[in-house]
């Protein structure tokens, strides 16, 4: 298995791209950085690195164990390479969006997006529990089909490093071909939204045609200010609560909770509650619908099930 | 330096680049603080902070840095400079105020987000109005 990571060789080059945005920054658009908050999210990369060799080497071990086990014997071509990029991009997009629809993944996932900031240096925010989810199982598959687990590692470090540059606003399009095929930093920027509209939208990783083929996608407008962050901001630029506030917020709230509801703050979508006194994204969807159906009325169709298990049934 | 971890290196030259781009970031006074200098602001940045919020009151800190915010519910929300940006909570039971040298002093009740100093007019209506939530 070769000895290659592509994510650490890219590092000079991450950090050469956020001097050159911030340069930007200073000459157009001074709001764009906040040092504090750069700082936050860089530390937050550095940390997940460190998580990363702690517990990397674990998953890698799962896997290629895991590899005995499969069905076809891919070895190590370029079109196998490319293919398993497109397939492990694929399952980015389905952990992604698991990231976001399910509050014990979200808790991890969540680090990515709490800052008000998007900007290039929040691309290297990056959780430190990623580990305590289930993301790996989604990438299983591709193990048991038969490509190599140093491969899917490889390609995940590429997909990692495609999706660095669409962190910034100082780009506005892409040409339309690159738009329609590629996630872009337009796409992504709807990614980051709080805006109702916009909210759970984008989960693609390099290929925008997942969220066209699974109903999730959402173009930029250029009437609409986007609002970054998350629904409820942190306010606070303390590096050790922003990495576990959601955790901390589970665990206090199945604490809290009646014995049957216990188990619906982990798996149920971010902003559930069993008494109704917070808000999921489609119910602040449907509110802001509600508040201007005519104007909304394409939004509202658009709609989409995206967590089975909250659909199950109201909160009492 | 052949004794020292590969990792450990890494680790090192990634914290010093951190610092050096937060440094430069610093220098180049990136990241102005956004002031609240008109009740609309004020307005503009509660509806930011929570979605359909439509304040029939405004109390804007005379500074910018702060301000509440009452619906035709009751409801009070409260918004604070969170470095360019503004971050606010909806006060619930767990806020508290009180008035000290002729300011006001809410507690959200969160100590993360922490106690909010606000100059503001008539001070006492604002602490009662929070009481009674």
């Known amino acids: 298995m070769p000895d290659f990571s592509p994510t650490e060789l890219a590092v000079p080059g991450f950090v050469a791209l956020v001097l050159i945005e911030m340069i930007w920054a200073w000459r157009k658009r001074r709001e764009a950085y906040e040092p504090r908050d750069t700082l936050t999210s860089l530390a937050f990369g550095l940390g997940s690195t460190v998580a990363g060799l702690l517990t990397g080497g674990l998953f890698l071990a799962l896997f290629l164990w895991a590899w005995q086990f499969r069905l076809f014997d891919i070895g190590w071509s370029w079109w196998a390479f490319a293919l398993c990029f497109v397939l492990d991009d694929l399952a980015y997009y389905w952990v992604h969006r698991f990231g976001h629809r399910v509050r014990w993944f979200w808790a991890s996932h969540v680090n990515h997006h709490s800052s008000q900031h998007y900007n290039l240096s929040t691309a290297l925010r990056q959780t430190w529990t990623g580990f305590l989810t289930l993301g790996f199982a989604f990438k ?39 738009e329609a095929v590629m996630n872009t930093p337009s796409h992504h920027r709807v990614h980051h939204a709080t805006n109702p ?120 | ?40 602001e004020a307005r503009e940045a509660g509806a930011e902070a929570l979605d359909g919020f439509v304040p ?5 800190d005379r500074d910018g840095e702060a301000a509440l915010l009452r619906d035709d519910e009751g409801r009070i929300l409260l918004l604070r400079q969170h470095g360019s940006h503004f971050a606010g909570r ?34 006492e209506a604002w602490r009662d109005a929070i009481a009674r939530l």
């Open chain 2, 90 to 123: 909806l006060l619930g039971d767990t806020a508290s105020a009180r008035i000290e040298d002729g300011a006001l002093i809410v507690d959200s009740g969160e100590r993360r987000y922490g106690v909010v100093r606000l100059a503001i007019d008539q001070p």
């Open chain 1, 197 to 316: 509209r916009y909210l759970d939208r984008n989960y693609a990783g390099v290929f925008i045609i997942w969220d066209r083929l699974f109903g999730t996608f959402e173009a930029e407008r250029d009437d609409e200010k986007i609002r970054y962050g998350i629904v409820k901001q942190l306010g606070s630029f303390n590096l050790i609560w922003a990495v576990f506030h959601e955790w901390i917020g589970i665990a206090e709230d199945v604490r809290r909770a009646p014995w049957r509801h216990k188990l619906s703050y982990l798996l149920r979508e971010p902003g559930w509650s069993h008494d109704g006194s917070r808000q999921t994204s489609d119910q602040i969807r449907a509110d802001w619908i509600a508040r201007s159906p005519a104007a909304n009325k394409v939004a509202a169709n658009k709609v989409a099930v995206e967590n089975a298990i909250a659909e199950t049934g109201k909160p009492t």
């Open chain 2, 56 to 60: 029939i009151a405004v109390a804007r």
């Open chain 2, 1 to 40: 330096m052949g004794d020292i971890p590969p990792d450990l290196l890494q680790f090192a030259g990634s914290l010093g680049a951190i610092l050096l781009l937060a440094g430069i970031a610093w220098s180049l006074k990136l990241g102005p603080r956004r002031r609240l200098d008109s009740d609309d």
């Open chain 1, 140 to 178: 299983l598959p591709l193990v048991l089909i038969g490509f190599h687990p140093g491969m899917i590692a490889i390609c995940a470090g590429f997909n990692l490093i495609y999706q660095f540059w669409i962190h910034t606003e100082a780009i506005h399009r892409m040409p339309r071909w690159f």
